[in-house]
């Protein structure tokens, strides 16, 4: 298992700000698209990977906005995010999927959504892995969901977010006789104390400060084969109000903390 720092928790701090912090905590960071773009507006991919080297930070990951669509699929966008990874050698694509058509039953907005995996896969170089975060916003909004894909795309990893499986409200019993080492990330989180159907992303809270059984779920999770990558992915308002190195401080230390029962 391997802790990972993310982008997405230091939204008011650059790149380079965030590389100096997450170096402190961690060998691996997943990296912004958003602050990548702004950084090479002035800068030079070979400089950002200078940085990440100097820095002793292996880059894992490009976290984004860009959907994987049910009805449309936009190659242009996805080849320019493949450059960026190879460019930097991440072994590994973020696949976010596109919310259901109302007008489109489940099993055929799945097979749509199937197929755009598979152009997806026909544009991919064979040194990078897809891996599908599983959104409890989008179509695939369950575990099970996710699993069943593997049938026509055996060679996928999934995102697994604690928050979004709280909320989906999907039992952990879905996790038995699977070959969970398939889950390549868990973005690390934890809820507040409210129902789970008033419960929006802005109810985030630290790992081990909310009402999610994490240990519970890490721990289920490592008995069926996890063990990779594990990402304390948080953003609150109250927390962006927060010195950022106190604040990775307390991320981390919390994070450890929860880890520790289990790995």
């Known amino acids: 298992m391997e802790l990972v720092g993310s982008s997405f928790t230091f939204p008011n701090l650059s790149l380079e700000e965030e590389v100096l912090l997450v170096k402190e905590f961690c060998r691996f960071i997943e990296l912004d698209e958003n602050k990548i773009k702004i950084f090479l507006k002035e800068k030079s991919i070979k400089e950002l990977i200078k940085i990440l080297e100097e820095n002793s930070l292996k880059p894992i990951l490009i976290n984004h906005n860009i959907k994987l669509e049910i009805e449309s699929f936009d190659e242009e966008k996805w080849k320019e995010l493949l450059d960026v990874s ?12 596109g919310k259901k058509p109302k007008w489109l039953s489940f099993n055929i907005a799945s097979s749509a959504f199937s197929q755009n ?43 697994l977010d604690t928050f979004h499986f709280y909320i989906s409200n999907e039992e952990m019993d879905v996790f038995r006789e ?73 991320l981390f230390m919390k994070t450890k903390n929860v880890l520790s029962y289990v790995f």
Do not use: C, M
Request: hydrophobic fraction near 45%.
């Open 86 to 97: 190879l460019s930097l050698n991440i072994p590994f694509l973020l696949v976010n999927p």
């Open 117 to 159: 995996l598979k152009r997806l896969l026909s544009i991919l170089p064979s040194n990078i892995t897809l891996t599908l975060r599983i959104d409890v916003f989008s179509l695939i909004n369950t575990f099970g969901k996710a699993w069943e894909i593997l049938k026509e795309i055996p060679n996928l990893t999934f995102l």
């Open 178 to 250: 699977k070959d969970l080492s398939r889950i390549t990330f868990i973005h690390l989180k934890d809820a507040e104390n409210i129902p789970r159907y008033y419960l929006k992303e802005s109810n985030q809270v630290l790992p081990g400060d909310g009402i999610i059984p994490l240990t519970n779920l890490l721990f289920q999770l490592k008995e069926n084969g996890f063990n990779n990558f594990i990402v304390p992915e948080i953003r609150r308002l109250e927390y962006e109000k927060l010195d950022p190195k106190e604040f990775s401080k307390i």
